[in-house]
């Protein structure tokens, strides 16, 4: 089953970027190719770019804090197992405690060393991290495989608070949904929110094998899946029969 997340507010989409850039980040660093760790570091640059945002770091702060005050209202309930709330509280605080330790925003400290923001400044230019541009770069990459890799993980050291903050929250986004199978008549499916509810993401479940391809508009009042066909010509063909897939939706 090929799995589609949607977001419906920006926030999220700023967790779900993050969450790809960190997933990739993870599967990089452990390789031993230089290609691979430059992209580790590219994709480095990509999550600074990305929580450089004024308020980013205090929205993952005061979701975490809304998340602690709503699961402390469970206590005492006697169908809530207290050890793993306890425990789930526990997280949410330790995230809390090591990201609001983070003097500034998220890899700021990263940006004092110049070696790495020459790196920064000409890895968007095509070629512009060729040996003649940056022969300190290029000598960094024939190190031994064990000096780059600790060197990478030194520097996502910084990022880590964030990562783990972005994982948990979605995580809690995401187990906070029920899936229901629905029907798209003729490749075309709608529904109307239900009001009262705000919901922050749509997660879309489809079988590879129909070949069929969710293109997913929504807002807090509607929700719209019309359903498309890569076609020989290499364009998006609205599909015409109808199709079943599991739908859903996260507050």
Known sequence: MILYDYPFNERIRTYLRLEQLFRRLVELVPRTHPLDHHYAL?????????????????DVLKDIDRHKQQLAGYRGNPMIAEEVLDGVIQQLDDCFTQLSQLAGKTGQSLTENDWLMSIRSRIGIPGGTCEFDLPAYYHWQHQSVEARQADLHRWTVPLSPLAEAIVLLLKMLRDSGSAQKVVAPGGLFQLTLPQGRTFQLLRLRIDPSLGLIPEISGNRLMLSVRLMRHGDDDRLHSAQEDAAFELTLCA
């Open 42 to 58: 590219q994709t480095i640059f990509e999550i600074m770019d990305v929580a450089a945002r004024a308020d980013m770091k205090s």
